[in-house]
């Protein structure tokens, strides 16, 4: 069952530009884990944000969450071409298995 | 840093094949799963196993096995492969553990089944 929706499908910016990605979930968890996939190769992790958390940084990266809304967001910062990639949202609610959203497909444009 | 393999990148079998993908990780993790990605659905979990000879049924098994004869190696078995198994998958580990959450993937296989 799909846990996690991301929102937008796709997005295209331009380099410098800073990129938002959304993520929905429809159930409690216990942490939220944002990857990334290059184009046809396996999946990086990221991020990890605890349910306890509201907002976390990991370089360029800021993830924030509220559980109330039950939502998550992805900000790259001073996006880059390297960053093209597409991008996945990924809810663990019982510790021993991930549910992984649909994508967010980012373009950064040189 | 964690290495996980898989035994090819591009497979095309035919129907009614039967096929094994491989799937090795050599971080003694006691987790390990397989997905198959399709575009627009994202990661689906086929099976996943916690213990060496221990499997459980993700969300769509159907279709497919598993073998966990070794820590390291976890196979997925399509008993008689079908064109709608033409798919990415993915093979990823993960430690057990407070603390250990984010799970490891390999490069994937890109089966097709003509």
């Known amino acids: 069952s799909q846990q996690g929706e991301e929102d937008p499908q796709a997005l295209s910016i331009q380099e410098g530009e800073n990129a938002t990605m959304n993520c929905s979930y429809k159930t409690s968890i216990n942490n939220l884990q944002w990857y990334r996939q290059n184009s046809g190769r396996g999946l990086v992790h990221l991020i990890l944000?605890?349910?306890?958390?509201r907002e976390k940084h990991s370089g360029r990266l800021r993830v924030t969450l509220d559980t109330s809304k039950k939502s998550s967001s992805l900000l790259i910062t001073a996006s880059r071409a390297a960053d093209t990639a597409s991008y996945f949202c990924a809810t663990d609610s019982s510790a021993r298995q991930l549910t992984f959203g649909s994508g967010t497909q980012l373009t950064v444009l040189p | 840093d964690v290495k996980v393999t898989q035994s090819s990148r591009y497979l095309v079998k035919r129907t009614g094949e039967k096929v094994f993908l491989e799937c090795v990780q050599d971080m003694d993790h006691e987790n390990m799963f397989w997905y198959r990605q399709d575009p627009g659905l994202g990661l689906r979990l086929i099976y996943f196993?916690?213990?060496?000879?221990?499997?459980e049924k993700g969300d769509i098994p159907e279709g497919y096995s598993v073998s966990r004869e070794k820590k390291e190696r976890f196979s997925l078995i399509l008993e008689s492969a079908s064109t709608n198994q033409t798919s990415m998958y993915l093979c990823a580990s993960r430690a057990s553990g407070w603390g250990s959450y984010e799970q490891y993937f390999g490069p994937g296989t890109r089966l097709t089944v003509t």
């Open positions: 944000i605890r349910s306890n958390e």
């Open positions: 196993s916690y213990d060496v000879k221990m499997k």
